[in-house]
Nanobody, 120 residues
């Protein structure tokens, strides 16, 4: 199983970016999917999560600016980021709880990270 993230880049403050993360491989089911970020010198933090049923959860710092969504048919999770601020600069990682075929339990997988840089 692999998670492939894309969509990062350089944007000015107030701008927007859309991140995508597609899961591939021998996937039986996907439970929660989410986005985390890690800025230099800081710990990785949760940005947003979404359940298989569409229930979402956001960090207070991004509420009202970021929107997480998923396409279950494509095993893909998205993060629409609007009104970006310099403090949003970080490496963004997608994550998912995935159960593979021939296994009984789901496990946590991480994507490779995509850089988001917001200039002031």
């Amino acid at each position: 199983v692999q998670l492939q993230a894309s969509g990062g880049g350089l944007v000015q403050a107030g701008g927007s970016l859309r991140l995508s993360c597609a899961a591939s491989g021998s996937i039986f089911s996907i439970n929660n999917m989410g986005w985390y970020r890690q800025a230099p010198g800081k710990q990785r933090e949760l940005v947003a999560t979404i359940t298989s049923g569409g229930t979402t959860n956001y960090a207070d710092s991004v509420k009202g600016r970021f929107t997480i969504a998923r396409d279950n048919a494509k095993n893909t999770v998205y993060l629409q980021m609007n009104s970006l601020k310099p403090e949003d600069t970080a490496t963004y990682y997608c994550a998912a709880s995935i159960r593979r075929y021939s296994t009984l339990y789901a496990r946590h997988y991480w994507g490779q990270g995509t850089q988001v840089t917001v200039s002031s």
